[in-house]
Every structure is written in C-alpha cells, then in structure tokens.
C-alpha cells in the first residue's frame, strides 16, 4: 500500500516537472516567436519608418565640397557639414586597429551582431561593456539617431538597430562599413568625418599621416566628441586616448612597451579650424564659389537637380598653387604692414583723416554712403527701425572687434560704429593675381588683406584707374600699326591734341609729372620713365580707337571706355584680373589666352562633370609683342622699376617701405603706375613664363599718401612684387624663368639702341623716378 501511494506520488512530480518542461519550452518558443515576430514587425517598418534598399545603398549624407590647388593641396571646401569622404584603402592601420580594438574587437567575426556581447550586456545590464557593434553605431548614426529616453521607444530604435546593421553587413563589406563609419561621424568643431578631424585637430594633416597616439586621440572621441573635446578637455581626451591605447594592447596591435611610451607623451593638438573665411586663398574662394554656382545653374544632373556645392561632394581642381599662393600672401602681408604703418604716421597731423584734399560736404557724403550700406543699418532697417534711431546708434560706443596688423589680424576695443566706418576706411589694402601666359593658369590671387574685414575683392570685382600701366597699350598699338622701334625718337616737348580731336572738348597738353622738357628721346626711354608727353603724341598718331580695339581683343570690359585721348595717360578703370591677362599676351608672343582658374570638376564618385578647354585668340604679331617687352624691360633698366634691380637702403633703417633689397639680375619687363593724388598705385611685371600685377589703395580715392615719395606705384605696388618673385625663386621646384624673353626668328624692327646716351643715363641707386596722372 505504501509503495503504491509512493508510485502515485513519484508519478504525480513526474507529471508536475514536465508540465513545467512544457510551459518553459512553450513559453521559450513564445520568446522565441515574439522576437522574431519583433525583428520581422521592425523589417516591415511597422515599429517605424526603415531606411530602403536604395537608401541603404545610397545613405543620404552631407558632404562638402572639395577645392584643390593644381599641386594637389586642399585650399579649402564649401559645406553645410565639413564632410569629405574617404576610401577604405586611405585609412591608415593604426587608425582601424584603435577603432576595432576600442569598438569591436570581435568586428571580424560577427554579421552586425555581436552575440557573445549582447549576452553580457544582458547579464551584467551593462555595467561590463555594450553590445553595440561598429554595424550598430553606423545604423544609428545613419537611420535611427540619439536614443529616446521613453523606455519602449529605446527598445525599438534598439531593434531597429539591430535589423538595419545585419543588412549592412550584407550590403557591404566590411571595409566599406569602417569606412562609412569614420566617414559620417561629427567630430565637433567643423570636422564631419575623420578626414576633416584629422585635418582640424592636427595642423592639416590626412588620415594616412597620422601617429598611432594621433590615431587613438580621434577614436577616442568616438564614445562622446563633445565631451572629448581636445580644445575643451585636453585632461579628458588624454585619458581617453590611454584607454584606447591600453585596448590596442589588449588585442594586441601594439606591444606593452609601445602603449607605455605612448600614454607618456603629452596630447599634442595642432588646432586650424577650416571655415569659408580662413586659411590659404580665401579671396580667390569667394569668387570660385560664385563661379561654381554659376556653373551648377548651367549644368544641371542628369535628373534635371542642380547641384549644390554645400552638399554634394563635388571635387573641384584648380589652378592655383598653393606655395605660390602662399608667398603671395606673405608678400602682401609683409609689405602692407609696413606700408600701414607709415601712412598711419603721415596721418598723424590730417585734420581730415583719413581723408584728404576733400571738403566737409564730401567727408560727411561719404560717410552716409558707408552708413546705409553698412550691415547694422540694412538689420535695423528690416527690423522696421526709424533712421533717426538708426543713425543715433552709430553714435554710441559699442564693443567689438576689429582689424588690425597684429598677429591675429584683429583687436578688441569699444568704439562708436561711426568711428569704426573711419577707422576702416584708413586702411590701405592690395590685389594681386599672378598668371602663367602659356597656359592661362592663375597661379596666385590676394584679393584683399583679409577677407574677414575687407569684403571688397580686388583683384576681379575691383575697377580701379590704372595711371601709367596703361601706357603699353598705346605704345603696343603704335608699334603693331606703324612698325616703330624702341630706338625711334620723338621731340620731349609739351604736346597739345586740339580740341574737336580724338574726343577732346578742348585743347589737350598734358605734363609730364617731374616737369622736364627738351631734347628728342627714344620711345623705350619714354616708356621707362613713363614720358606723358610722348604718350599724348603716340595717340595723336593713331587715335584712341586702335587702342580701345586692342583692349577688346585683349580680353577687357571696353563698354565703358570712351575713345578720347586722355584713356593714354590711364584715366581708365581696369581690374587686376583684366590687367594681368592682357600683360601675358606681350609674353606669350602676340597670343591671347583666357585665364584659367578652375580645370577640372568632379562629382563625388569620380565622375568628370567639367574639363576645362583652352580659349585662345591670336591679338598681334609676334614681333610687335616682343618689341613691347623689350620696351618694358626699360623699366626695369633705368626707369621707374630700377629698384628691382639694385640693392639699396635708406638713410634711416626704419624706413623699410622705399628700400630694395632685391637685386635681381634676370630679365624683368614692366611697369609701374600711380594715377592722380596718389589714389592707386600699380606695378604690372612680366618674366618669360608668368605675369604678375598689383595694386594698392585705398577704398576711397580721396584716401591716400600725401605726397609722391611714397604714394608711387613703385613705392605702393611694387615691393610686392619684389618681396613675392624672391620667394618664388628661392622655390626651383616651381620652375618660374630667370631667362631672357625668347627673340622671334624674324625680327625686322631694330631694338638695339644706344642706352649709354645722355637720354638715357642710369638711374643711380636710390633716385626717385616719379609719375603720376596728369590730364
């Protein structure tokens, strides 16, 4: 009896343990079910929208576009998020070793899920690690975004996770997935990506040139870059870095002695930010940036988009060279600065600063210009603000910062807006463009002295009369029309063009600006001392027209450009930009070619949308443009851009703008150019294979020097010049000519004349040969 109430009851627990075996297993299918009812509601999108096939193929990302210089250097990029993609095969291994070591160390062998760390992220409620996998990451960064704080939300962007990085792993491999990762993530700062951030945060350098430590200190920033900030948190990023470090011993990347002197050094952060108004060649970005708008609207995509250079990843190559660039703007900065210094000086006691020979009426119409065009007024304007309130706002002091020549071009101080409209327009600022005749190629552009205070461009927006660098024009008509040699003399006396002539209204007898007359002089020691008598007899000789006709076929804006006389003596307004391509017509032999600043652009899978095509026209004979140079090589020779070719400096050593240490002893053709007032100075300088143009004055013409000494072109301009082509020349990779002009094989026209006349005698070192307009 005993024995079979014991049956009965062994029998009943056997029953009772596998009812209970049925109800886990049941209840573990059931789990099992709801999970990949779960996973299969999320792949259908109904936890949500799910990203597509296509756009998993194409993930919609910002990128930047690109600029480089024709020698390969970043010059800069245009973005609504500083992106630029890279390939796999440009990720240095240090760099994916410190991600999958930090990251996802099992990286290699899962398919976007990393069961062996979910499992402990569960067990441990992750305490002991996450389970989020690189696949994972880049799903959130690409799909799903930062995780909601209501608990179901969360657990669904989780499983949308999940589901979107298996298909990942399926649409890429696992190269590509690394690449995507360090591709999409927003390092803070401007640096979107890891290209950006390596570029950012250490001096301008690429992935590829990154140190190990380097390396560890952006993958780092991956667990939170704002607070891994390197400019923040410098105790922090150090910290993190170690960690990585540590990670890369642990999966043994890099050996224990190699962790321990990396986690010694100090974290080394070379900050350059990359924005649209700093770095290398920020004026000659501005124009591109208009000219790649205009180019998009006239090129759409193949399915009718225009393109958009914020966004869309276009690569654009260039023509500049950024060492060439680079000199440019050294050469600018260094001369303006000293330039600065010595007009504040002269300033000092202008009752009128820093204006001058104006009256009150012109002083205070000036200002009401600079007012209504001013930002404040146009923002208070819209905000529906009376002018009365407007204008009495220029009159309280306000702080701000401004442009000064120190190191970091800017100061703060407390002044009143209308103080501040004068004490920009007190500054004196430069264009400068440097071209290759041969080619077109713009290898330089300096459109100002900073672009962050100066909007104004000046080497292509800018208009500005050209005095005296005009003058080749003339004498380049003359010789292509009537044969004339350099040798050929004329009377140096005063020369009236009557009036009913050539658009003169009434008699014309211009001056030559040191007022000395007599004696005949040959056309080459006119142009070189820039002779306005001879100019006026030239004109007279073959009427403005020819001239004008030269200037169109040169590549210039002749609608404004009247046919009088008096365009001889450079009463025109011209651009640096025109000025330079005409200039390399004399050394290309007579050819024109238009310039080039971009010559090539692709989109961001390599695809060529644009190649650039040469567009040349033949303008004069060969001869007739070597005749000019050899004319302009006066210049340099006894003229008014002798000092290139001396070496000399002045009685007191503070006065560093008139010196000329330059003494180069190549063939230099060109001129300089200084119009009325000193308003504007020029200098236009030609070597065989590039042609080089600056200008200097300042935004008003009513501001400049008080006197001739200083306020010449070959005072302004052409230090410039001097300091930039020293610079290129110590650069023999650049291969900029130090030879002579090549000779046409025929040249029928004499230019061997006699310099050692008494026309003619050298300059000594130091003597100023001045000119100026005079109408």
Not at 151 to 179: D, P
Not at 561 to 571: F, H, K, M, Q, R
Request: with cysteine.
């Amino acid at each position: 009896m005993a024995k079979t109430q014991s049956n009965k009851k062994e029998k009943k627990e056997k029953n009772s343990f596998r009812k209970y075996i049925g109800i886990f297993w049941k209840l573990f299918a059931l789990g099992i079910v709801l999970i990949v009812a779960i996973f299969l509601m999320a792949g259908w999108g109904m936890l949500g929208e799910m990203p597509s096939f296509e756009q998993l193929e194409n993930p919609e990302t910002n990128l930047a576009t690109e600029v480089f210089s024709s020698d390969a250097q970043t010059l800069g990029k245009y973005y609504n998020e500083n992106r630029t993609p890279i390939k796999y095969e440009e990720l240095p291994s240090n760099l994916i070793n410190a991600l999958v070591a930090t990251e996802d160390v099992r990286y290699y062998n899962h398919s976007g899920i990393d069961a062996k760390g979910t499992i402990r992220a569960v067990a441990y409620l992750g305490t002991n690690g996450g389970a989020s996998t690189i696949s994972q990451q880049l799903a959130k960064q690409l799909f799903t975004g930062v995780r909601s704080r209501n608990i179901f939300e969360a657990v669904t962007q989780k499983v949308k996770e999940w589901v979107i990085a298996v298909r990942l792993e399926r649409s890429y491999t696992k190269q590509e997935i690394l690449a995507m990762y360090f591709n999409i993530y927003d390092f803070n700062n401007n640096a979107v990506g890891i290209r950006s951030a390596s570029r950012i945060y250490f001096g301008g350098k690429d992935p590829q040139e990154l140190k190990v430590e380097e390396a560890a200190v952006l993958v780092g920033m991956f667990k939170n870059s704002s607070l891994y900030n390197p400019r923040r948190n410098p105790e922090g990023v150090t910290n993190r870095r170690n960690v990585v470090l540590k990670q890369m011993e642990r999966a043994e990347f890099i050996t224990e002695q190699e962790k321990d002197s990396l986690q010694a050094l100090p974290l080394e952060i070379d900050y350059r930010p990359e924005s649209h108004q700093s770095g290398l060649a920020t004026y000659f970005r501005m124009y591109l940036r208009d000219f790649l708008k205009d180019w998009a609207k006239e090129n759409p995509q193949a399915n009718g988009d225009t393109y958009n250079i914020y966004r869309d990843g276009l690569k654009v190559y260039t023509s500049i060279d950024s060492r060439m660039q680079t000199y440019a703007e050294e050469a600018v900065e260094e001369h303006m600065r000293n330039l600065q210094r010595e007009f504040d000086k002269q300033n000092v006691k202008n009752k009128t600063a820093p204006f001058r020979k104006i009256s009150s009426d012109e002083r205070d119409r000036i200002m009401e210009r600079a007012m209504k065009n001013s930002v404040r007024w146009w923002e208070m304007k819209n905000k529906g603000i009376s002018e009365d309130k407007i204008r009495a706002s220029f009159d309280k002091k306000t702080p701000m910062s401004v442009f000064a020549w120190n190191e970091k071009k800017e100061k703060d101080t407390i002044m009143t807006p209308r103080d501040s409209i004068l004490y920009y327009k007190s500054f004196l600022n430069a264009g400068m463009m440097s071209m290759e005749p041969q080619t077109g190629e713009v290898k330089a552009w300096v459109g100002g002295i900073d672009l962050r205070h100066f909007k104004y461009e000046h080497v292509k927006q800018a208009r500005r009369q050209v005095g005296s660098t005009f003058k080749p024009f003339v004498y380049a008509t003359a010789i292509d029309q009537l044969h004339l040699s350099p040798c050929y003399e004329l009377p140096n006396t005063l020369h009236t063009i009557p009036a009913g002539k050539h658009g003169v209204t009434k008699d014309w007898t211009p001056k030559n600006s040191g007022g000395k007359y007599g004696g005949m002089v040959s056309l080459k020691y006119a142009l070189a001392n820039s002779l306005n008598t001879i100019t006026s007899r030239l004109i007279d000789k073959i009427g403005p027209e020819p001239v004008i006709d030269l200037l169109d076929k040169l590549g210039m804006d002749t609608r404004n450009i009247d046919p009088v006389a008096a365009i001889a003596l450079g009463s025109v307004d011209l651009s640096v930009f025109e000025m330079v391509s005409a200039y390399s017509t004399f050394a290309n032999k007579g050819v024109y070619v238009k310039p080039v600043i971009v010559t090539r652009i692709e989109d961001k899978n390599g695809t060529v949308l644009y190649q650039h095509v040469p567009e040349s026209r033949d303008v004069m004979s060969e001869e007739a443009a070597y005749v000019t140079i050899n004319l302009m090589e006066g210049v340099t020779q006894g003229g008014s851009g002798t000092r290139l070719k001396t070496t000399w400096s002045p009685p007191y050593f503070k006065d560093v703008v008139t010196g000329h240490p330059y003494a180069f002893k190549n063939p230099i053709a060109g001129k300089t150019g200084t119009t009325q007032n000193q308003s504007d100075g020029w200098f236009m300088g030609i070597v065989p294979n590039l042609t080089t143009g600056v200008w200097v004055g300042g935004e008003d013409r009513s501001v400049h020097f008080p006197g001739i000494r200083y306020g010449q072109g070959a005072t302004m301009a052409l230090p410039i010049w001097g300091l930039y082509m020293k610079k290129v020349y110590e650069d023999e990779d650049l291969k900029v000519s130090d030879g002579a002009f090549e000779k046409p094989e025929e040249l029928t026209i004499d230019i061997d004349c006699d310099t050692s006349s008494s026309e003619n005698a050298a300059t000594e070192a130091g003597e100023e040969i001045t000119e100026e307009l005079d109408l």
